[in-house]
């Protein structure tokens, strides 16, 4: 499955951005997604999941409560609402996903990416 994200950009801390991710594949609803991301430096880290069923998501604690994961099965899209943004939220922003799985922590368990978005929180 070939993932594409957008509405990565610039903005002030404090306020939103959503950021979506295409996928090409007619099976996406089997799929659990997760977003991660990738400062300069850092390791890529897990930022939220959804599983396929359409209800279960998780979060890293550096997000909880600011951001929300979402998807639309008939759009094969899946959403990341970021509110509250905080300049250490600015990195490369990973879509990914994985075939009727649990959701992860672990970049090493999901078998697809994007080519990623940048986001860049200024302060």
């Known amino acids: 499955v070939q993932l594409v994200e957008s509405g990565g950009g610039l903005v002030q801390a404090g306020n939103s951005l959503r950021l979506s991710c295409a996928a090409s594949?007619?099976?996406?609803?089997?799929?659990?997604m997760g977003w991660f991301r990738q400062a300069p430096g850092k390791e890529r880290e897990f930022v939220a999941g959804?599983?396929?069923?359409?209800?279960?998501?998780g979060y890293s604690d550096s997000v909880k409560g600011r951001f929300t994961i979402s998807r639309d099965n008939a759009k094969n899209t899946v959403y990341l609402q970021m509110n509250g943004l905080k300049p250490e939220d600015t990195a490369v922003y990973f879509c990914?996903?994985?075939?009727?799985?649990?959701?992860?922590?672990?970049?090493?368990?999901?078998?697809?990416w994007g080519q990623g978005t940048q986001v860049t929180v200024s302060s």
């Open positions: 959804m599983h396929y069923n359409g209800r279960d998501t």
């Open positions: 594949d007619y099976t996406f609803s089997y799929y659990t």
């Open positions: 990914t996903a994985r075939f009727m799985a649990r959701i992860s922590s672990a970049a090493s368990n999901y078998e697809y």
